[in-house]
């Protein structure tokens, strides 16, 4: 188990990684090492959508569209729409206090998203499923949709860890530069968190690009 505070992880995943598995660890949380692996990549993941999308889609146009669409766009959707409500009623949980719907709607929604994209994803034996599916994702899913209010508790617990645990100058100022770049894609801040040994990095990229 890592400590509470920052860590020097080479790039954002291992960064996060270690968070989300303290705070399941911390919290008892039954989650599998698959589901710690999506919270991960979840939270990395998102601050590279921020930056190239400037209005995502809400909540209930990604339901019309994975309602309306056929099978693609309903992974697609589907898979958006419940990461985006995980996303926002954990990570971010405090910004929908000026929001007209609260927590509750996020976790039914999202929930709700996963347990369909679950569905879209089961396969017979033996089949191959495409368009961004893979044998065992519907299963991961299927955890998600379980565990989806824990899964909110665990990225909620990041965050405020991270705020409570930086003891440092340097741990303060690799969050502050991580917010920032969460929320605007800023090349100054990614440079920064370079120069602070931490490394926003693509999902799979590998190579530290932003």
């Known amino acids: ?72 766009e309903a ?23 000026r929001c007209s719907v609260g927590v509750d709607y996020y976790v039914n929604m999202g929930s709700t998203a996963y347990e369909r994209l679950s569905s879209l994803l089961a396969a017979p034996r033996g089949a191959v499923v495409g368009e961004g599916g893979g044998r065992g994702l519907d299963e991961v899913y299927a955890e998600l949709a379980r565990r989806f209010a824990a899964c909110t508790e665990v990225l909620r617990e990041v965050r405020e860890a991270l705020r409570a645990g930086g003891n440092t100058e340097r741990d303060v100022d690799v969050l502050r530069l991580y917010e920032e770049w969460l929320s605007t894609g800023s090349p100054r801040a990614a440079a920064r968190l370079r120069e602070l040994g931490v490394v926003p990095m693509r999902p799979g990229s590998g190579d530290g690009t932003c």
């Open 75 to 97: 992974i697609r959707s589907y898979r958006e729409l419940g990461d985006q409500a995980l996303y926002r009623a954990g990570f971010f949980r405090g910004s929908l206090k």
């Open 1 to 72: 188990m890592s400590s509470r505070g920052l860590s020097t992880a080479p790039n954002l995943f291992d960064f996060f990684h270690e968070q989300v598995d303290t705070a399941v660890q911390a919290a008892g949380s039954p989650l599998s090492e698959d589901g710690v692996y999506y919270l991960t990549n979840l939270l990395v993941e998102r601050g590279v959508q921020r930056s190239e999308r400037d209005q995502p889609d809400t909540l209930a146009e990604l339901h019309i569209q994975a309602a309306q669409g056929g099978r693609s």
